[in-house]
């Protein structure tokens, strides 16, 4: 049986034609953000969900790089009030867990409550590379 998603689509033109700003698409086991950077000028187009429903969310090991690359620059995961960093690696083409300010580690589940924000934001890249843009699938 297909679980019901939602599809949130919003394209950003960077004057080099469309980047995927940002993509969120909801099912009732993952949810699935896009975040990007663009540079020159600096535009942060962060992906976000707020939740309807009290959810775990667990936090993942590595966020793919699906455009550009991270080079050794980091990335945050916003779980509700729980913060978490990410660092560039695998020469970019990823970023990887490296702490959450609440203490959890990757794999763990982080509880939210209805209407709290879940959001992605690439803090930087390697912008010799073009934007830089990620994927993330996250589970509950």
């Not at 939602?6 to 960077?14: A, E, H, I, R």
């Not at 969120?24 to 020159?40: H, P």
């Not at 936090?59 to 050794?72: H, M, R, S, Y």
């Not at 879940?118 to 390697?126: P, Q, Y």
């Amino acid at each position: 049986m297909n679980k019901p998603a939602l599809f949130l689509f919003c394209f950003l033109s960077n004057g080099c034609g469309n980047l995927s700003a940002s993509i969120t698409s909801f099912g009732t086991d993952s949810l699935t953000l896009v975040a990007s950077k663009t540079y020159s000028p600096d535009v942060h187009s962060d992906a976000s969900h707020t939740t309807t429903h009290p959810t775990a969310v667990t936090v993942p090991a590595e966020i793919l790089v699906t455009q550009g690359n991270a080079g050794t620059f980091n990335m945050s995961l916003f779980l509700g009030s729980v913060t978490c960093t990410f660092v560039g690696a695998s020469a970019g083409s990823k970023y990887t867990f490296t702490s959450c300010d609440s203490g959890h580690i990757s794999g763990q589940a982080v509880n939210l409550l209805a209407g709290e924000e879940i959001r992605a934001h690439v803090n930087d890249g390697d912008s010799t590379e073009g934007p830089t843009q990620i994927q993330i699938r996250l589970n509950f």
